[in-house]
């Protein structure tokens, strides 16, 4: 079942991987070199780990990285490694979101292919110039909108795709935390400084932290296109500066429903991600925190619990398993399969090929779709609640 | 712990019962005769049980009632009942809702109390009618919103207005279910029929049928009254001719926030009424088909799972108790202590008295509240999902 | 679906039903009681509710006995019972365990049906006795092992009989309780003082009050006979009389092996009861305090969580059903499908008939059987840990 | 939170590992590589991945391997990584369990730290000898007993060695599966066939495979020492070789109780392996298919679920964590924490030091306690099911 290890990929040697932002009391960071250490497909070579360059050069030590390849900034990072033969093939960019674009946009236009965290950019007009000099560059560029890399979302999607749920008639997700309750960013919590500071995490807090995952879930599972959606965005924490609170009303092309809910004020909620689709002839239930398992109701039938490695599981949640049913698998799994979906993509890219439309990750028009989401989310709750296209 | 048999209401005897509607073939009728004979507070000693006058006496005969006291039709019978010196004291009124007002107004005005099924009416006009008809007779009228009387839900809501929970931010309520996926109103399905059927339920077919009810407990658990609302009511089962699926925002009086989600159309779900609310100090959840639990967490502190009978009870579930933790009750007994609740105050006016703020049951005024929400969310949707006061 | 008010049993009247035990401060005979309304086939006319003959006038008195027929012994009453023309047809013995074969004796020599608390008796020798009387006398007899009367449990036996599980190779039954952690009897606990006193109680403490239970639900469900055990009784608690921890190694007739706990010391545990069961095609799990769900999974597909009143309940769950799936039954219901199953008994009986094999109620022979395994759980015990036959 | 990347370990360079076992085809080998990658602290370097020669070169190639580390056998890759200088520091040792003991052996004293899989050996005598060569030798000797590594685990045994149940009464372990319910080993499955294989697995089938897992964390967790068992080994699939349902009596030391089972045979479970602890005080619950909730109740109050990165977790829980609550980390990375924590005894050894108290992973000595374990229940099963001395 591993998928680490297979022949054609090792013989062409791990990925060169650089990474922007994941120094020193950073999160996310470890968790993208965790996530490409899992199946063995790159290699941390080069970091432009902080912006302060002290801490650059310190954390870059702590990761093993050389010392010639400890960069000040990004910038210098494309440049050089560019330069080298032995230069990155690859940059994971992991900074606040407002440093996306502007990286990504760098190592692109250096010929490196990009792994970015998200939401994509903090403007939809960023994240269109990404999309078209992707376009032009021929890059490969996934974001991490890691959830769906867990193996029963993948297949949540097949099934969808396949019909088991009939036609698509309504969704339902949610993605409550609490860990905002008080105001952590006045108590010297970083992540929460800059995650409810517009200027480092652009117009969206809540939505942008959280909602734009829950939001990408619904999309990638339901393979459906949203026309219209209708936000109520709340700041309920006196002093933050960004939403807390997003509850959204959802038209999809095609006639579906559904709603969107996502606080960082729900008490008891630690990353309580859940997705729930119904159709004409089935429904479906995913909940992150417990996510080897899929909740299955065929209309008329009893419910069926799927789990990732059992009876019920299809061939797109076994490609992406590593260990037999029953032995979870967690965030990290879900998480390293983004990265090697995208590292499928770059070892066809070095030879001018492509992959086929089993390899799947986040790409750079998703990334677009999700920032389109949060402008048109802001836009509509400060219109006064308003039916609003994305 | 079991309130059955108490000295002072077995003193004055069982309460004399009739009931309007629930002859064969309903479902409600029945639920109804059994709460009211749990714990052995009433008699059902009268009946006009169907429209149709041969049915009504057959279920009579079956229910074990007196030829002479099954009538074919309610004004008949308050007429009747209130002539006799043995009359009821009480009527249960379980017909589909169309009939619920005019029942009503015949029982109150004949001086017996009156115990009705939900929504109260089919019209706010018609609620407004009864609320002060009840305020004009002094009768004690009771609307069967069962949910309120489960225990964790009594608790739920001490909490609550103990402050345990803080200010409240967030209430999400969901009652989804999935018996109306395919047109059952065409095959033949009593319930669905009448139930889908405007002349019977009113403007409202989910709205009325069940989101009412994950209104009525989010107002009863939360203690706040609504402000406004923007609803978006769905019929998505071709040919019905009301809604069979509710998503509506909720702004309520001093500043909280929330949703609720009501469908007939969801996959999976079977009566899966839920509730969460949220405060700036804890967060409380409970569903309803596992109703002896109540997940409780206190910001900062371990997630709780409160039971029925457990260490966390506190004295407002134990009063409506019946059997140890760990033996669950279930939606008869939860049916039953609206009766019993009920009975205590039919038992005091009796004497003239009225009964402390420990006896709880919803009241007309309640049921007025329903019928507004009601109404309110069906203008929100034709206005085309706008804010509506309720 | 409700079975409440069916013709053929209204048309006859509800049974005159006596009671031993239960007066005020008693816990099961106000269970008894409720369940014995649930579905309106008995009427409480008569009863020795307590041995202080006070205490025994003012308990009749509190549940509307008629004062000449709240009696001082069950002596007495049985006596006065066969003389009266309106006597009771049946009793309801809820006494401690050491009273229940004298009681049951005295009203079936008075020609009365029983309905018996388990375990039947103190002693494998009584409750032959009685079985014999039973014979003779022809008369109903039930015993309130009341966990055979959940309808997923109903369903679980008959899904074993059809082959679904197809041969049974194990059964896995456990009922874990903690209410006797400490030494409540010494801390004025009516409940704990008599379970665990001998003279009260019997040879066995926890076996009988509990493991008896478990194991007469895995003997029902699995429809096997017990051919051996091999048990270790502890007494945890410093100073208890009988044993308050029971874990048991079993071997069925036919090859099926197994294991059952029960413990009143098992901290975090209400009223555990589960089951399990596992054979060459199939296996199910139920536990009571969920008792709506039934998890099924056949050998190579997905597992099902058949609810009670959901598309995979079976005939022999939904015939003592009340109320739709997703509105939750509980364990009052469960006891009163005992009642009311005793009841069709009762009423066959009243034309010299008989009931067919779908009434099903555990009967004196059940609770012959539920002797032998205690006393052979002791004696296994007492032997230092040997195989021990039943 | 995350571990990977600390300074003093990135400074000192990757642990040069080996492997034995874990070519192509194998299931655990994989797990093991995975393992000792997230954290970074291993680089995999040679490797006698099979005992046929052309499957072990090509095994190699695929992991990376260069070709002169390509070993045919243990024993000629223990002589040459230990004659060079840039020779393998430790060696994981992969193969069926036959295999451990002249594997572990060879590179002991070749001077090589040993990583090996559960169980220790395939007798009692081989784990001594074991025991007594790490001594002599000096080196670390970690056994994956992985569920140990689980960071709920780490909590559950601190939370006991802390009082928080009080004096332990009581352990009930299980490890339910079913993929052996049929005869897979006879339909091809490589994993069936050694595991149901006297000659490769040893006296134990099931026992060892799995009731060596339970059992081991029964002890991890109570910090107790097994005094006697009694053990019921059955076989039900005719034509198997060894034990696949175990049935086990436990008596620990001090005065504790408790049972263990273990079966391959039980339809419906995948790798249930759960862990019950009951002491005077408190009780815990552990699953290891939700392997990131601890349930704890201390007598008296409120059940409490306890979440991996939740305000009830303990630095025991913390510092084996690497991403926050809510986000489930699962069977791969309690396996890492296994490899972590040896690299963190291996990287102190470099230095001729120790690691702390707070640095755990199952020894040597914990291996042949599981062997007696293992040689004790096959000793007791075929003796008849008599208390037997481990």
């Known amino acids: 079942?591993?998928?680490?290890?297979?022949?054609?990929?090792?013989?062409?040697?791990?990925?060169?991987?650089?990474?922007?932002?994941?120094?020193?009391?950073?999160?996310?960071?470890?968790?993208?070199?965790?996530?490409?250490?899992?199946?063995?497909?790159?290699?941390?070579?080069?970091?432009?780990?902080?912006?302060?360059?002290?801490?650059?050069?310190?954390?870059?030590?702590?990761?093993?990285?050389?010392?010639?390849?400890?960069?000040?900034?990004?910038?210098?990072?494309?440049?050089?490694?560019?330069?080298?033969?032995?230069?990155?093939?690859?940059?994971?960019?992991?900074?606040?979101?407002?440093?996306?674009?502007?990286?990504?946009?760098?190592?692109?236009?250096?010929?490196?292919?990009?792994?970015?965290?998200?939401?994509?950019?903090?403007?939809?007009?960023?994240?269109?110039e990404l999309v078209a000099l992707v376009k032009k560059t021929g890059k490969v560029f996934a974001v991490t909108h890691n959830y769906t890399g867990y193996p029963m979302i993948r297949q949540a999607r097949a099934m969808v795709a396949a019909g088991e749920l009939g036609t698509i008639r309504l969704i339902q997700a949610e993605y409550p935390q609490d860990w905002l309750t008080e105001r952590a960013e006045a108590s010297g919590s970083k992540q929460a400084e800059w995650r409810t500071d517009p200027k480092r995490s652009g117009a969206g807090g809540c939505i942008g932290d959280i909602g734009t995952h829950a939001y990408n879930l619904a999309c990638f599972v339901s393979g459906l296109e949203l026309d219209e959606l209708l936000a109520q965005l709340t700041t309920f924490v006196e002093g933050r500066l960004l939403d807390d609170d997003v509850e959204i009303l959802l038209r999809w092309k095609g006639g579906a429903k559904g709603m969107l809910w996502a606080s960082q004020v729900a008490v008891g909620h630690e990353n309580g991600l859940k997705l729930r689709v119904y159709g004409t002839k089935g429904g479906l239930e995913w909940t992150q925190a417990d996510p080897n398992y899929l909740w299955f109701t065929k209309f008329g039938e009893p419910k069926q619990l799927l789990t990732r490695g059992g009876a019920g599981a299809w061939p797109e949640a076994a490609r992406v398993t590593r260990v037999p049913g029953g032995h979870p698998e967690g965030y990290l799994e879900g998480f390293a399969n983004i990265y090697t979906e995208a590292a499928r993509a770059i070892r066809a890219a070095r030879d001018g090929g492509t992959v086929g439309a089993d390899v799947i990750y986040p790409s750079v028009e998703d990334g677009l779709v999700g920032m389109k989401f949060i402008e048109a989310a802001v836009k509509s709750s400060n219109a006064g609640n308003v039916w609003t296209k994305v």
């Open 1 to 128: 079942m591993a998928i680490e290890g297979s022949k054609e990929e090792a013989a062409s040697g791990r990925i060169r991987l650089g990474m922007v932002g994941g120094g020193q009391g950073a999160f996310i960071g470890a968790v993208h070199r965790i996530a490409a250490r899992i199946d063995d497909q790159y290699e941390l070579v080069a970091g432009a780990l902080s912006s302060e360059p002290a801490r650059a050069k310190a954390s870059a030590k702590d990761l093993g990285i050389a010392d010639d390849r400890a960069y000040g900034s990004f910038e210098e990072m494309a440049k050089a490694e560019a330069a080298r033969p032995d230069g990155i093939e690859a940059v994971a960019i992991v900074t606040p979101n407002h440093m996306h674009a502007p990286a990504a946009k760098a190592f692109l236009e250096a010929g490196i292919h990009v792994i970015c965290d998200k939401p994509l950019t903090t403007t939809v007009a960023e994240a269109e």
